[in-house]
């Protein structure tokens, strides 16, 4: 295989030594540590978690951003084989009608258009007119965004 034609996976670990980034550390070892029956993990002396921390699904958003008025078929099977898991792919994009939303909001500042699937297969935006100008920010000392782009803050000069 060309190391040309093999593509960038569409998720990322998070920087964890960077001041500020939490990911909910600890807690998963504790509660299987002193059961009465002795479990896999004890035996062998695997201190393994069950929950996923440090990865970062933002350039899968962008990428099925970019991807609107494609036939979804072929987006999904592209978006699957680069990535660990296909849940987040559904964080974003609605199969069912009554299930979309204009806007989806990942972590606490970061926003992304909503999308879903018509009934044609094509992948589409919930709320095409949707500006950042349009959402409010939640607070004033964070930094918000909506697909990538700014909003709430005023620029200072």
């Excluded at 479990?39 to 991807?67: A, C, H, N, V, W």
């Excluded at 989806?104 to 999308?115: A, C, D, P």
Aim: hydrophobic share 30%; charged share 30%; glycine share 8%.
């Amino acid at each position: 295989m060309n190391r040309d034609s093999v593509k960038e996976p569409l998720f990322r670990k998070v920087n964890t030594k960077a001041r500020g980034v939490h990911h909910n550390f600890g807690g998963d070892f504790k509660y299987s540590r002193n059961k009465k029956r002795e479990t896999p993990e004890q035996i062998q002396g695997k201190m393994y978690g069950k929950k996923e921390r440090g990865l970062d699904y933002t350039p899968l958003f962008r990428f099925l951003l970019s991807k609107v008025g494609v036939e979804w078929d072929s987006v999904f099977s592209e978006a699957k084989s680069r990535l660990d898991k296909t849940e987040p792919i559904f964080w974003i994009v609605a199969l069912d009608e009554n299930e979309k939303e204009e806007y989806i909001r990942i972590g606490e500042s970061t926003y992304f258009s909503g999308l879903y699937v018509d009934k044609d297969g094509i992948l589409q935006l919930t709320n095409p007119t949707l500006k950042p100008t349009d959402l409010t920010p939640l607070c004033n000392c964070c930094t918000h965004t909506l697909n990538g782009v700014i909003f709430g803050k005023e620029k200072s000069t």
